[in-house]
């Protein structure tokens, strides 16, 4: 255990040692997710009951960060246009649903050498939306998640991160069927991975 401690020590002081004091640097970053509907709570209605989350479906982000870091501490705020897909599958039947949003992660992480890891809250307003339900969906603004994942930059220019976005609160307000309105409970969770270049 001692030499666990001893390691660690090393590494940090290694880290603070060749570490920059102040750096404010500026990027752009594109990549790949994959996305799914978590259904918590389906619609109390008869033919919704059995209503259950599909397969993850393929999206894509795109957009810009800025990265300050201190001491080998950092603060990396986002903004990235991204388009998710979920299914929804109700009595055995497909029920595609798509998202164009505005995200903006709030990254707070720790940089040792070339290798970041970091976490922070999502806010993400939803541009539009569509999909093949035959009801109508009362889609929230603005939804709240969470990231948190790793990453390490590559000649100080190239940037690669892995990360996991899970949802905090439902994209709906509820569903509107037969003129009532019902509870509607789904979140959405992505793993997304992107690369990027530091200016």
Do not use: C
Request: hydrophobic share 45%; charged share 20%.
């Amino acid at each position: 255990m001692k030499k666990i401690f001893f390691f660690g020590f090393l590494l940090f002081f290694f880290n603070f040692s060749n570490a920059q004091i102040f750096s404010f640097k500026l990027g752009a970053k594109v990549g790949l997710s994959s996305s799914d509907l978590k259904v918590n709570d389906a619609v109390n209605y008869t033919s919704w009951k059995n209503a259950a989350s599909g397969d993850p479906k393929l999206g894509f982000h795109l957009g810009g960060f800025a990265r300050l870091t201190i001491l080998g501490i950092y603060l990396q705020p986002e903004l990235l246009f991204t388009h998710t897909k979920g299914d929804i599958i109700q009595n055995n039947k497909s029920n595609l649903q798509k998202f164009n949003k505005l995200d903006m992660p709030i990254i707070f992480g720790y940089k040792i050498l070339f290798f970041r890891i970091g976490a922070g809250p999502v806010a993400s307003l939803i541009i539009n939306s569509n999909s093949n339900l035959s009801y109508e969906e009362n889609k929230k603004d603005i939804v709240w998640s969470y990231q948190a994942g790793i990453g390490i930059d590559i000649l100080k220019k190239i940037t690669l991160d892995l990360r996991y976005e899970g949802g905090l609160s439902n994209i709906y307000d509820g569903v509107t069927i037969a003129g009532k309105k019902y509870k509607y409970d789904v979140k959405n969770n992505q793993w997304l991975f992107s690369i990027g270049l530091i200016f």
